[in-house]
C-alpha cells in the first residue's frame, strides 16, 4: 500500500507561482511513474504533469513552460513548480503512483489540495 499525501496549495494571484509536493510512505520512485492530475469544478480529472521511473517527464500541452514536475528520491517527495499561474488553473490537484506489470496496474492517490488563483 502507498500513501501519498500532498501540501502547498493555496490561494495565489494571477502571475504568482505556487510549488506543491507529494511525500510517499516510502521508497517508490524507482518502480512506479509519479504524476500530478488535477480537476476542476465540473469537469473531469486532467493529467498536468508526470515522471517515470527513469526520470523522464512529460507534461499536457497547457502547462509545458509554466509547471515543472521533479522529485527528491533521498526525501520521497515529488514537486510541482507553478509559474504564470492563470485563473484556469484553480482545481484540487493530486498526486499519483502508477505501477503496471503482469499481473495488473497498481494505482494510488493523494487526498489532493487546493489551489485557487484569483486576485
Known amino acids: 500500500q502507498v500513501q501519498l499525501v500532498e501540501s502547498g496549495g493555496g490561494l495565489v494571484q494571477p502571475g504568482g507561482s505556487l510549488r506543491l509536493s507529494c511525500a510517499a510512505s516510502?521508497?517508490?520512485?524507482?518502480?512506479?511513474?509519479m504524476g500530478w492530475y488535477r480537476q476542476a469544478p465540473g469537469k473531469q480529472r486532467e493529467l498536468v504533469a508526470g515522471?517515470?521511473?527513469?526520470?523522464?517527464?512529460n507534461y499536457t500541452d497547457s502547462m509545458k513552460g509554466r509547471f515543472t514536475i521533479s522529485r527528491d528520491t533521498a526525501k520521497n517527495t515529488v514537486y510541482l513548480q507553478m509559474n504564470s499561474l492563470k485563473p484556469e488553473d484553480t482545481a484540487v490537484y493530486y498526486c499519483n503512483a502508477e505501477k503496471r506489470g503482469t499481473g495488473g496496474t497498481w494505482s494510488y492517490w493523494g487526498q489532493g489540495t487546493q489551489v485557487t488563483v484569483s486576485s
Open positions: 516510502g521508497s517508490i520512485f524507482r518502480i512506479y511513474t
Open positions: 515522471i517515470t521511473s527513469g526520470g523522464r517527464t
